[in-house]
């Protein structure tokens, strides 16, 4: 690749794959939709990043319709059962290696195995769960999922579980609502260390935040989050919570999802990428330049209209380059995650 190769902290390709809207050879081939297929990776220097497996709700889900209209408070779905997560979670896991069968992905593990795919006609990618529902309590699944690539888990995506209480969708708002960890999500966050996956906070609330920094040995780190200080979303994070990332030399990752970037909260792509700019230079600002990094959430938010997709990040890392100068955009793109993942893989 000739751009600048960008690993990213979290997408959601894997979702299309499961709900079966589209296969890994499509992937591998080109889609004529979505944020995500390997032509247009390679022609955006989109190299990678978090693969998410998100278990979806019952019912209904969220209302995004209600994001439009600022401001909202949109109820959360209710809990799913470890039965149907458990087996979501291995259908992701399975369709993560028809990716690599497909020529699509390479499945890392380590953060040398991430490096030597920067530079490769593949999307280097690292397996996570975001929502661990499927994990059960003595941790056997943990174990075998670690064993399959899992190196990466949210213990609550927004609707709470067994774990915890995550941050609902609301704006305005900060994220400080109701308990956070459980005594199991505890556990859970001892035994990610022990097992050494990384323990990902961006849809859990304040208090499962403090939580977490009070027993994890490893940096604190938000996969796809912003900064409260630009769009008062209860998904962004406070100056404080920054200051807890930076303190623990954690890191954040920027999230394109429109409603989480334009300080009006407003689900709607059309706006200048001068927004996401913004947000970097406050969390540069408040966490330092080797702690910040991207977060896409491409394939499951609304993304910037000038970026579009995975093939339009030169618009973003060309900004960048202005702004910042060479070396900090690398740093950005890509060199930031890989410091702290190296940090918590310990490889
Ligand atoms: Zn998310």
Redesign the pocket.
Known sequence: MTRTAVFDG?NDLLLRLLAGNVTPEQVADGLPDGHIDLPRAVKGGFAGGMFAIFVPSVGEGIDHAAMTKPPYDLPLPDRVDETTAAAFVERGLDRLQALETAGAVSLCRTAGEIEDTLTADQMAAVAHI?GAEGVDRDFARLHDWHARGLRSLGPV?SRDTVWGYGVPFRYPSDGDIGPGLTDAGKALIRECNHLKIMVDL??LNVKGMEDVANITSHPLVAT?SNAHAICPHARNLTDRQLHMIRDSDGMVGLNFASAFLRPDGKMDADFSIDVMLQHLDHMIDLLGETRVGLGS?FD?ALVPAPIKDCAGLPVLIDAMQARYGAVLTEQIAHGNWIRVLRQTWGV
Do not use: I, L, Q
């Open positions: 979290h975001e995506w961006s849809h796809h959430d499951g």
